[in-house]
T-cell receptor, first 114, second 115 residues
Framework: AQSVTQLDSHVSVSEGTPVLLRCNYS??????LFWYVQHPNKGLQLLLK??????LVKGINGFEAEFKKSETSFHLTKPSAHMSDAAEYFC????????????FGRGTSLIVHP | KAGVTQTPRYLIKTRGQQVTLSCSPI?????VSWYQQTPGQGLQFLFE???????NKGNFPGRFSGRQFSNSRSEMNVSTLELGDSALYLC??????????????FGPGTRLTVL
């Protein structure tokens, strides 16, 4: 069984300040972990993925995430928020061997103030 | 190449009815996955088809079914609609069975409203 908990439903930051979106997971097997972003009225876009290589994963648009097995966490960070980062972010786990059977977190809405 | 196409884009039905949604994958893609997105439950995996066979299925009741045709187009069907089935239904295609989201291309979705 696998599950994902996104600890904050909304995160509000000022432009230029750091972003932290928190994600905890549970998995019976070695998980693959992902972060997606969904802008209003747009489709899902993959930000980054972890698949048992380096624990610090760099993604697009300056985002990165660190896999911490001992804490079962995969938090998403960015050093400096831009207005264009305002969107819904989803943490996803898949732990079914070669098949991709994802379980999504409920999402975190990132609000960026000028 | 044209992207993933979903039809219709919007649909209104009443409780008890059934509905069929269609997804045309990117040309050459043979795998289609379906997802449901609701405010309450978030995004949930419904099922995945490859070469006309259902490979994986999420935790949904039997009212939700799907199929894939020889041209890789896929349909999903929901019978005996309930209010809670109101959602955005997303389809994603990939060349082969997906091993991760980096090989999936999402369509714009079909917004289903059940009254």
């Amino acid at each position: 069984a696998q599950s994902v908990t996104q600890l904050d439903s909304h995160v509000s930051v000022s432009e230029g300040t750091p972003v932290l979106l928190r994600c905890n997971y549970s998995s019976s097997y070695s998980p693959s972990l992902f972060w997606y972003v969904q802008h209003p009225n747009k489709g899902l876009q993959l930000l980054l993925k972890y698949t048992s290589a380096a624990t610090l994963v760099k993604g697009i648009n300056g985002f990165e995430a660190e896999f911490k097995k001992s804490e079962t966490s995969f938090h998403l960070t960015k050093p400096s928020a831009h207005m264009s980062d305002a969107a819904e972010y989803f943490c996803v786990v898949s732990s079914s061997g070669g098949s991709y059977i994802p379980t999504f977190g409920r999402g975190t809405s990132l609000i960026v103030h000028p | 190449k044209a992207g993933v196409t979903q039809t219709p884009r919007y649909l209104i039905k009443t409780r008890g009815q059934q509905v069929t949604l269609s997804c045309s994958p990117i040309s050459g893609h043979r795998s289609v996955s379906w997802y449901q997105q609701t405010p309450g439950q978030g995004l949930q995996f419904l099922f995945e088809y490859f070469s006309e066979t259902q490979r994986n299925k999420g935790n949904f009741p039997g009212r939700f079914s799907g199929r894939q045709f020889s041209n890789s187009r896929s349909e999903m069907n929901v019978s005996t609609l309930e209010l809670g089935d109101s959602a955005l239904y997303l389809c994603a295609s990939s060349p082969e069975p997906p091993t991760g989201p980096d090989t999936q291309y999402f369509g714009p979705g079909t917004r289903l409203t059940v009254l």
